[in-house]
């Protein structure tokens, strides 16, 4: 399972980036404006830090306003993704973009129908928003059981790519299921790590090691 980070925070980004865990990278309007840069800079910052695919988010709702953003943002490096909302025309932009061999992420996906058509337009990756989801009332990880059934009928190569992650569960969930890739934000990736019986065993070890006197 590939693991991207939901953020544009450069120091989270090389801190899981030296982890070698890290695959790749996430971003939106929002994340930008929390993190006060100009996007073509950091988005710049960014592809320099990871290899893999950095989504970068048009903002045009039409698609000649998009295919123009596009043209813009994939020209800062080759391993940019662009992100497109799950409109016709984001659909439209998708279709057009992947022809032409550019990454695409088809975003704010909330129905297995909406993930049908973003495999239809060739998206490289669909984004399933599961913790928006829960917060409506329904179980994201439905929504992942049900495009992996949907992409598996038809071997569909669009990969789902979990986002609106909020917490390790999510992540497991979405391990169980089979989904390729996961976003989440550097906390709960960090999070994944933890469990209080290793913590513990360290612990335990640590002070068993010390009664030695030895060193290695
Ligand atoms: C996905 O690419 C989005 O950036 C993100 O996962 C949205 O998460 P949120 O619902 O926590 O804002």
């Not at 996430?26 to 800079?41: A, Q």
């Not at 909302?85 to 022809?99: E, V």
Request: hydrophobic share 45%; charged share 25%; glycine share 8%.
């Amino acid at each position: 399972m590939k693991f991207f980070a939901d953020t544009a925070e450069i120091a989270d980004i090389k801190e899981l980036a030296a982890t070698g865990l890290l695959d790749g990278v996430t971003t939106n309007p929002s994340l930008i404006m929390k993190s006060g840069r100009d996007f073509i800079e950091v988005t710049r910052e960014i592809c320099g830090i990871v290899d893999g695919p950095v989504s970068a988010e048009v903002v045009a709702l039409d698609h000649a306003g998009m295919m123009a953003e596009a043209e813009t943002l994939r020209k800062i490096a080759d391993n940019v993704c662009i992100k497109v909302p799950m409109t016709l025309d984001g659909l439209k932009t998708c279709k057009a973009l992947t022809s032409d061999g550019t990454m695409v992420n088809v975003t704010l996906c909330f129905s297995g129908n909406q993930a049908l058509l973003a495999a239809k337009a060739g998206a490289t990756f669909v984004s399933p928003f599961v913790g928006r989801h829960d917060d409506n009332g329904f179980d994201g990880m439905d929504l992942i059981r049900d495009i992996r059934l949907i992409y598996d009928n038809y071997d569909y190569r669009t990969e789902i790519l979990v986002a609106s992650v909020r917490h390790v569960v999510h992540v497991l969930e979405a391990a169980r299921i089979g989904a390729e890739v996961m976003t989440a934000p550097p906390a709960v990736i960090k999070a994944l790590v933890k469990h209080v019986l290793t913590d513990k065993g360290i612990e335990g070890f640590m002070a068993d090691w010390a009664k030695t006197g030895q060193t290695i």
